[in-house]
């Protein structure tokens, strides 16, 4: 009975395809949108993830997130190297400068200046040139899409490619020079702003006069301590602000979600995903169902069972659950691999395959139970209608 | 075993339909008797309960009063579960617009009654074949039902019918649709074929073109059988 249930099902190609389009809809809707969504909201803590060394970021215990910069005092990375547990502590600036492209424009950059002795902080992937190569004479190291996109040069001829800024160009930031010794690869920023890397004393040289600069002090726990300890040795001695760097993802997470229209848009856009597909997979299957209530009453007026019909509908339902998610969920990887070079932030966790697997689930059992309930309450005596 | 013998005995069967504070008698009392080996027809006004008389015989409509055994076996007391399996397997159907699945093809249309009696799949089918080719429709076993005309159609619903060997066929105007020559010929198949000393046929029809099918022609008229003539079938 199961194939007689899968033909009644198949065998009305319009209202086949239109339950699979509908459940497709949802599941493409739904899967794409929560990955642009975790995509965006994973590079609002890209600069924490691309500095894996140190276990705990030290700052003012007023800042929110990673780009709310609240300046400390350069002694205060004394103080953080005197606390009990403290293995190493390094200085870390981050800033917004404006570098001064060939055509006379500016370009706001993410500037982070790195401890001039050990470099700690560097970018995780280097393309072209050496992190070492920072120690040479004004240098610094642009990330490839910067270098490719925002900081290119001007055409050759009007209407021509832009020159990707290379290794020994020269650029100005804040009026002072500024040479390329190195191309990298970090994770994309919020802003989509380029990335600089460069050493401390000289990202607070290319910074506005401010008597405070030290951003961060970046801190590597000794071995065997307990980071939550030492965090909390650290703020109870210094008054500064201590988390791990999952805590300080958390907390850049965080704000993003409560203080942005951010999760609301794309709430909204998944919901919407799930509404239109339930109301087209929904309303298409009990149309199918309704269509085929005569059949359903001859096969229980032939002998076939309440059970029977229910089963044959859940498999209906279930074949056509499987092929509308995995529709959806292919189409919205294949929208993320083709854009995968792309300023489209696009990141597709196994959360949101489940997350939009149980959307789908919740789809077609509500779509089933509708059916269902009306073919349970069918008389068989409908056959004799005619 | 008082009805020993008889395929239906009906004894003073009443059912009334219930709609909102309006309640309609459309059996008044039905005493009726069908034999093995007989091809019975009701026949009456359209109204007059002969759809319910059958939906009452064919256990798809329970009776309020009265009672009515089939082959000894009253469905009326059977659980829903038991009801189901002994209409299954003992009672096959004609209904007047064929009821074919649309999709399926002429073969798995008729070898839904065998799966739902957990027939296994390859014997469903060669059980099937073996009917269609009674029927005349050997070779039209890959078609599907709107590929056939609607005498052919009505053969495949007698086909569906027969596969699973029931003892009690119900037809419900197996010939309204269909024109004379093709209602006669729908007619001899299902004399031809269905008609055995051990299974009994009721029609329900209101095509006089085809009462001389009939071995017996209960009339009916409000709810009640007013006459019951016998006559030699051809």
Known sequence: MYAIALKMLMGDRGKYLGIIMGLTFASLLITQQSSIFTGLMTRTYGTISDLSLPDIWVMDHKVQFIDDLKPLQDTELYRIRSVKGVEWAVPL??????????NGNFQICNVLGLDDATLIGGPPMMIEGSLSDLRRQDSIIVNDVGANTRLARPPKEPGGKRIPLKVGDVLEINDRRAVVVGICRVSRTFQSQPVIFTTYTRATSFAPRERKLLSFILVKAAAGEDLNALCDRIRKGTGLAAYTAQQFKDLTYNFYMKNTGIPINFGIAVALGFLVGTAIAGQTFYNFTLENLRYFGTLKAMGASNGMLLRMIVLQALVVGAIGYGMGVGGASLFGFLLGGTELSFRLTKEILYLSAAAIIIIIVLSALISIRRVMKLEPAIVFKS | MRNSGLAVYCNGVIKTYTTGQTKVMALRGIDLDVRTGELLMLVGPSGCGKTTLISVVAGILDHDEG???????????????????????????????????????????????????????????????????????????????????????????????????????????PTSALDADTGRMVMEVLRGTALSSDRALIIVTHDNRIFNFADRIARMDDGRITVIESQVAH
């Open chain 1, 93 to 102: 600036y981050k800033g917004l400068l404006k570098a001064r492209l060939d």
């Open chain 2, 67 to 173: 009672d009515c055994l089939v082959f000894d076996k009253d469905m009326r007391a059977m659980g829903q579960r038991k009801k189901t399996l002994y209409r299954g397997s003992t009672i096959g159907f004609v209904f007047q617009a064929y009821n074919l699945l649309p999709t399926l093809s002429v073969l798995e249309n008729v070898t839904v009654p065998l799966l739902i009696n957990g027939e296994s799949r390859g014997m469903a089918e060669k059980k099937a074949h073996d009917v269609l080719e009674q029927v005349g429709l050997g070779d039209k076993v890959r078609s599907l039902p709107s590929q056939l005309s609607g005498g052919q159609q009505q053969r495949v619903a007698i086909a569906r019918a027969l596969v699973h060997n029931p003892r009690l066929i119900v037809c419900d105007e």
